[in-house]
């Protein structure tokens, strides 16, 4: 696919309605055909990200990962030498559940990130993940101390390429 972002109007003629239609099964409706965003992260989607979700991918179906899923995704061992068969619920559920062209918003662990968009986009699916700005502020405290707070503000959802 290669796009890098969704707000072009390269990105809105990259994933049509009229593809997911043309497949064998002519009697599909559009309704039938709604987009469909996957999510596989380890923390829950913010307001932001949901506004997000709607506004740039046409009020797409969120579909979580099931919790056996998850549970695999947010624990991975870090002494584990290979990741390929630790990962086998997760590559096992994308290729189950999600379908060509299906969006699957996916971060976490580097390597495991790496490995499973590869396979993501070897299955004909869009992988993206979220870009944030970093607000970071410091208050002076009585004692002599400083607080440190950073939050962190979506800005938008990227494709891998």
């Known amino acids: 696919m ?9 990105r809105k003629e990259g994933i049509r309605m009229e593809s997911v239609l043309s497949g064998d099964n002519a009697c599909e409706t559009a309704a039938e055909a709604k987009k469909r965003f996957f999510v596989l992260v380890s923390h829950s989607l913010t307001v932001e990200q ?10 797409a179906e ?3 990962a099931p919790p056996e899923v998850l549970n ?15 990962l086998l619920p997760v590559i096992r559920w994308m ?3 999600c379908r060509p062209e299906d969006i699957l ?4 662990e580097h390597g495991a990130t790496v490995y499973c968009v590869q396979r993501a986009q070897s299955l004909g699916l869009v992988p993206v993940y979220a870009t944030s700005k970093r607000v ?7 004692n002599g101390r400083v ?3 950073r939050e962190f503000c979506h800005v938008r959802f990227r494709f891998y390429v």
């Not at 709607?54 to 009020?59: A, E, L, V």
């Not at 970071?136 to 009585?142: D, G």
Request: aromatic share 12%.
């Open 2 to 10: 290669g796009f890098t972002d969704f707000h072009g109007d390269e």
């Open 50 to 59: 949901r506004r997000d979700i709607r506004d740039s991918f046409d009020n």
């Open 62 to 64: 969120i579909i979580h």
């Open 72 to 86: 695999c995704w947010s624990d991975i061992p870090p002494d584990l030498e290979r990741l390929d068969d630790f």
């Open 95 to 97: 290729e189950s559940e």
């Open 105 to 108: 918003f996916i971060q976490g």
């Open 136 to 142: 970071l502020t410091e208050k002076r405290l009585e």
């Open 147 to 149: 607080e440190t707070t």
